[in-house]
């Protein structure tokens, strides 16, 4: 009997389509964290409030309305800013009915003020390539993610340090059976090579390797950090001299006492202060081509796959920053919006005179205007926000123009304004404000309090029933 051909006997044995399986996967999906999102805002508050680095494993979840999962680890900074993300690139046997494939995007060492921090997921660790990816960035502290740690594990993980020249701090999970839903037991008993009857699933096996590939001998179920004398320096890539791990083994608790400065602080508290992250610029520049080709080609007429074309991505690193062309522009109109209708909204309600409170709020949002590094018009200069799915930003625009409406309102009615009509007035507003984003977009900027100065002449000159008055608001703001 041959079994070549196309393989569909797999289809019968993974379950195909069998409901109990589609019931725990959806479970999974709206379990799934998403980057970012709520869950991993809570991580990225514990490290700053601790000034710690964190990485951790996660299911990761593409979009907030998408199935598709990623078996990801997140890197994030003391300051609670997120050094990057790494997906799996290849998901292992059976793991690819859960988990798509990843790329090669989040494969990087960061650059931390106690050594470069990098890490690999389970059998990433017999990928060589990914592994030469991370010596070539000069890789010192290792993060070696595995389900478990039976001998293989262990011995890759050794294996990558003495390779490396790295320390490497193993993670395996630790989890009690009365952990699972009962209804899961069987399954993963079975998944995981269990007697159903045991009381773990998962026993652990965390540890920390020296560069040498040596002080990880035997079972370690628990970490404790005795600090170093010193730990002033970084962990050297060739330092391979007086490294000893103290341990126990079995499922007992072990204390690691690093004898080489430094170690303690690289593997257990990575740096004070980490620079803003990789993916944070790329958010900005996506941000910044985005707004320019909106201005170019209108929103409608602007497709992803040109946004990713001139930031020089492609278009899943896109999709992992922003899930759709939506998402980006309402980011921009959030930039350009938000603050505008806070400082009118305060504008409307504060007191002082109606003629000064204009003045300081035309000044300090044409200011932020042109300080913005983002090409602006092309999210105004259509009927964008006319679309049903952006409704709620035309409410919101609404909300701004009715405050300066109120508040010209109350100029007229003050005897500063001449007798105008609000409304008219709060156009004659916008259209300096567009004006001031369309110059923005066209010419080299000059100063940016000045040109809001300028503009705020313009309108209150208009408005004033006293033109002398001008001078004076000039002098109080």
């Not at 004070?272 to 320019?292: C, F, G, K, Y």
């Not at 007191?351 to 200011?367: F, K, Q, T």
Request: charged share 15%.
């Amino acid at each position: 009997m041959r079994a070549g051909g196309y393989p569909a006997w797999v289809f019968g044995l993974a379950g195909w389509d069998d409901a109990e399986a589609r019931r725990w996967f959806t479970k999974l999906v709206n379990a799934s964290a998403t980057v970012p999102g709520p869950h991993i805002q809570v991580l990225c508050d514990a490290a700053a409030s601790n000034a710690v680095t964190v990485v951790m494993g996660f299911n990761e979840r593409a979009r907030p309305t998408a199935a598709t999962l990623y078996n990801s680890m997140i890197t994030i900074g003391p300051d609670g800013q997120i050094l990057g993300v790494h997906r799996k690139l290849l998901p292992t046997h059976t793991e690819r009915l859960v988990w798509t494939p990843g790329d090669a995007h989040g494969l990087r060492a960061h650059d931390t003020p106690a050594g470069k921090v990098g890490g690999l997921i389970c059998w990433e660790h017999w990928h060589p390539v990914a592994r030469q990816a991370l010596h070539a960035d000069d890789e010192q502290v290792h993060i070696a993610l595995w389900p478990g740690m039976p001998e293989p594990h262990l011995l890759a993980s050794r294996c990558y340090a003495f390779e490396g020249r790295c320390f490497v701090a193993a993670a395996a999970t630790y989890l009690p059976v009365d952990s699972v839903p009962q209804q899961l037991h069987q399954a993963y008993a079975q998944g995981v090579g269990a007697d159903v009857r045991d009381e773990i699933f998962f026993p652990g096996g965390s540890g920390v390797i020296g560069p040498t590939g040596s002080g990880a001998s035997g079972q370690f179920t628990a970490l404790t950090w005795s600090s170093p004398t010193s730990t002033s320096s970084r962990p050297s890539r060739s330092s391979t001299t007086s490294t000893s791990l103290a341990t126990t083994t079995g499922r007992g608790s072990w204390n690691g006492a690093w004898t080489e400065p430094g170690c303690a602080e690289a593997v257990a508290r990575v740096g004070q202060a980490a620079e803003l992250a990789a993916s944070t610029d790329t958010r900005q520049r996506i941000l910044a081509e985005a707004a320019a080709l909106f201005r170019r080609h209108g929103y409608r007429g602007t497709s992803t796959r040109q946004i990713a074309e001139a930031v020089g991505v492609r278009q899943p690193t896109l999709f992992y920053h922003f899930p759709n062309k939506q998402a980006i522009l309402e980011e921009l109109l959030a930039l350009s919006l938000d603050d505008s209708l806070a400082a009118a909204d305060r504008a409307a309600h504060s007191p002082g005179s109606p003629a000064e409170r204009l003045y300081r709020y035309v000044v300090g949002d044409l200011a932020a205007l042109h300080r913005l590094p983002l090409v602006l018009s092309g999210i105004y200069a259509n009927d964008v926000l006319l679309s049903p799915e952006l409704s709620h930003w035309a409410d919101k625009l609404d909300v701004l123009y009715q405050a300066l409406r109120s508040l010209i309102d109350q100029g007229v009615k003050s005897g500063e304004f001449t007798a105008i009509d609000p409304a008219l007035g709060q156009t004659m507003l916008a259209g300096v404000t567009l004006a001031h984003i369309e110059y923005a977009a066209q010419y080299d900027q000059g100063d940016p309090e000045q040109l809001a100065r300028a503009g705020a002449r313009f309108i209150l000159g208009g408005l004033l029933r006293d033109p002398s008055q001008l001078a004076e608001l000039e002098q109080l703001v």
